[in-house]
């Protein structure tokens, strides 16, 4: 009987552990349980996957309208959690921007600025400034953020906005 934290929390049947030679971290070799992180039967975190990926999520202090989002990861809803954490950023960048726009659209928008190359002034200043745009490494940040988020919504956005994208090897089956 496996120990509940290597169990699946759905209570699909999961083969039996087996020792595997592994290369460890300090680059020795040994016997060690290979286990898996999520359930290979209904996609699943495994228990011990949870520990870690709250632990992970407490560190990198995540913002709190990202709460949602977080709680769907935690069970396990992947693909509803990606879903909400791009409704959440869009809704923050128009609320932010006062734009009535969506996705690539919306980025390109309000994060975008002109400057003069000859005097280095802000001719058009970003809807949303993430900084002050006074030096080049400034304002290299802010069209870095932007470009950053104009592929995060030409990209990953659109696919979990409009396919199912979660494997289907990890799908329950009607069997």
Do not use: W
Not at 70 to 88: C, D, H, P
Not at 114 to 136: F, Q, R
């Amino acid at each position: 009987m496996r120990n509940k934290k290597y169990s699946c929390p759905n209570g699909c049947s999961l083969p039996p552990r087996k020792k595997v030679l592994r290369e460890f971290h300090d680059g020795t070799y040994g016997f060690d349980y290979y286990d898996f992180s999520f359930c290979p039967s209904c996609g699943s975190l495994m228990p011990y996957s949870l520990d870690k990926l709250k632990v992970f999520f407490e560190v990198y202090n995540i913002h709190p309208a990202l709460e949602d989002a977080l709680n769907l990861i935690y069970k396990s809803e992947f693909e509803a959690a990606a879903r909400e954490a791009f409704v959440t950023l869009e809704n923050i960048l128009k609320k932010k921007s006062g734009l009535d726009s969506h996705g690539f659209d919306l980025a390109t928008r309000a994060l975008s600025f002109e400057i003069d190359k000859k005097t280095g002034e802000i001719k058009k200043a970003p809807l949303i400034a993430i900084n002050d745009l006074k030096s080049e490494s400034d304002r290299n940040e802010q069209d870095g953020i932007r470009y950053m988020l104009m592929g995060f919504f030409q990209g990953p956005r659109n696919l979990y906005q409009h396919n199912h994208t979660f494997p289907l090897s990890v799908l329950p089956t009607d069997s």
